[in-house]
Structures are given as structure tokens and as C-alpha cells.
């Protein structure tokens, strides 16, 4: 892994922050099979998790970089400004309404002066702050799915025939790092059912909350947490029940890297290795 101080980067959102970058060494070129079609298979399995891998990676550092910004506070003199200026817009708006001072209108002219008004910061820059609050959810979720088509491609490589036995292992070690991995990912994709306090299946019962000890939450009789942060740690309640969590940080990816390597490595290999990623 190597590690870069950036003062001006597109995809970080130009701010001074570490960029985390992990290496993969590839053995060598292409797999030694007696099998053309099988080596095919195998490559083209290795190819989509190199591919995750490095989305992965990328996702991590969107989210650090989101994760790490501080919260910028409006300022007393932006504040007094906005007033002023919005106290303009109310004023142009009432001209509109034959009598602005009956109370009926004031919830129309409140909300046409204050659609104007956004309308006008947005166009000067100003971002809304759903946007801002919502970059380190988006980007941990993109790690999540990362993870969750990894797990989904080693699963089928350790079917496949042909795959070395250790495959298997790895993916055990894989689960035991990632335990909630499956768990949070379907409550992602299934928030419509928790969010109704149901559990799994086509036809969903309710759930039956455990106890949950947490940074954010202490509570025997269980509580419903759907989308949430815990420092780096994304999670939801899950189809059980119990409260399922994902760190989204270095050392998960650490953990990540070393597998996928050792995915690499169990395999014969020929022609001259490749060092990844590019330049």
C-alpha cells in the first residue's frame, strides 16, 4: 500500500487529504490450464474482482476524503446577508399579492421567497447540504457493494472446477473479516421491507429487534438503525434482527488486499508478472 499526500486531486474533491493506494502483483500473464475454456472462466472471474477491487479502493478514498470534512458552520456575517437578501426577495414577492399582509398568503410568499432565494445561491455555488451530508453515506455504500460482488465472485471461483482448494479457506478467512458484509448489503437493498420493521423473504415477517451496545445506541430490547454511521463503520439493522456494521477504512481494505492476493497466488501462472494499478 502506498500512501500519497495530495493537495489538488479531481477525484478526491481537490482537498489535502491522504490517498491510499494498494498494490496487487499479479504472478504472471495468464493462467496455466489444461483447459482453454476453463482458464478463460478463471481469468475472466480474477478480471471483475481486480476490476471491484480497485472500485473498492477508490470508494475508500471518496470516503475518507467525505468522511474527513469538517462541517462548515455559516458564518455570523453569511448569515446577516442571507437575511438581507431574502428580506429583498419577500419584498419583491409581496408586490404580487393584492393584499401581502392577510395571513392567508404568508405561507405562499414565505415559500416563493425562499424557493428564489435557494434558486440564487445555487446558481452562485453554494451547495445544498443533503449533498454535503450525503458523500460519506453514498461513498460507504459503494465500498459495501464492492465487498458484497467480491464475496459473490469468490464464491463461484471456489466452485468453479478446476480451482485450486485453498479458495476455499480464503473465503472462509474472507467471511470471518466480513461478517455482517451480506447482512447490511440486504438491508441496502432491501430498506423498503426494514424501514416497515420487516425482516426477509417474499413474504417478510416482522422483525424481532436484539439488543444493541453501541457509540450511538444502548438499548436491551433492540433498536431500528437503517443507514447509519458509526465513526467509519457503515450499518443497518438486519433481516435478524440484530444491528450489522461494515468498517469502511485502510484496514478493511488491508484485509481485502491481502486476500485477493492470495487468491492470485494459489494459481500456476506463465509470461512476466504485472504490477497493478497503472499509471
Known amino acids: 500500500m502506498v500512501i500519497l499526500k495530495s493537495n489538488a486531486t479531481h477525484l478526491i474533491m481537490n482537498l489535502s487529504v491522504n490517498i491510499y493506494i494498494y498494490e496487487i502483483v499479479k504472478p504472471g500473464t495468464w493462467l496455466v490450464s489444461d483447459s482453454s475454456q476453463r482458464s478463460w472462466e478463471i481469468q475472466s472471474i480474477l478480471r471483475n474482482i481486480e476490476s471491484l477491487f480497485f472500485d473498492a479502493n477508490l470508494a475508500l478514498n471518496l470516503f475518507m476524503s467525505s468522511f474527513s470534512r469538517e462541517i462548515i458552520n455559516i458564518s455570523k456575517e453569511q448569515w446577516e446577508s442571507d437575511a438581507i437578501r431574502r428580506d429583498q426577495i419577500r419584498k419583491e414577492v409581496e408586490t404580487r399579492f393584492s393584499n401581502p399582509f ?88 432491501h430498506l423498503e421491507d426494514r424501514a416497515r420493521g420487516l425482516g426477509a423473504g417474499r413474504s417478510p415477517k416482522p422483525l424481532e429487534l436484539k439488543a444493541i451496545n453501541n457509540r450511538l445506541v444502548k438499548s436491551e430490547s433492540g433498536a431500528l438503525i437503517l443507514n447509519s454511521l458509526n465513526g467509519t463503520k457503515y450499518g443497518n439493522t438486519m433481516a435478524d434482527g440484530h444491528y ?10 488491508q484485509i481485502l488486499s491481502s486476500l485477493f492476493q492470495e487468491i492470485l497466488n494459489c494459481f500456476e501462472w506463465t509470461g512476466p508478472p504485472v504490477h497493478l494499478p497503472s499509471i
Open 102 to 189: 392577510d395571513h392567508k398568503n404568508w405561507d405562499e410568499i414565505h415559500f416563493q421567497t425562499e424557493m428564489i432565494f435557494k434558486r440564487e445561491q445555487w446558481r452562485s455555488g453554494r451547495i445544498p447540504p443533503e449533498f454535503e451530508n450525503g458523500l460519506a453515506f453514498m461513498h460507504a455504500r459503494a465500498f459495501l457493494y464492492s465487498l458484497d460482488l467480491i464475496d459473490k465472485f469468490i464464491s463461484v471461483l471456489e466452485n468453479m472446477e478446476g480451482t485450486p482448494e485453498k479458495i476455499k479457506k480464503i473465503h472462509q478467512m474472507f467471511t470471518a473479516n466480513f461478517p455482517d458484509l451480506r447482512g447490511v448489503r440486504n438491508t441496502t437493498q
Open 244 to 253: 450489522g456494521e461494515v468498517d469502511v477504512s485502510p484496514s478493511s481494505m
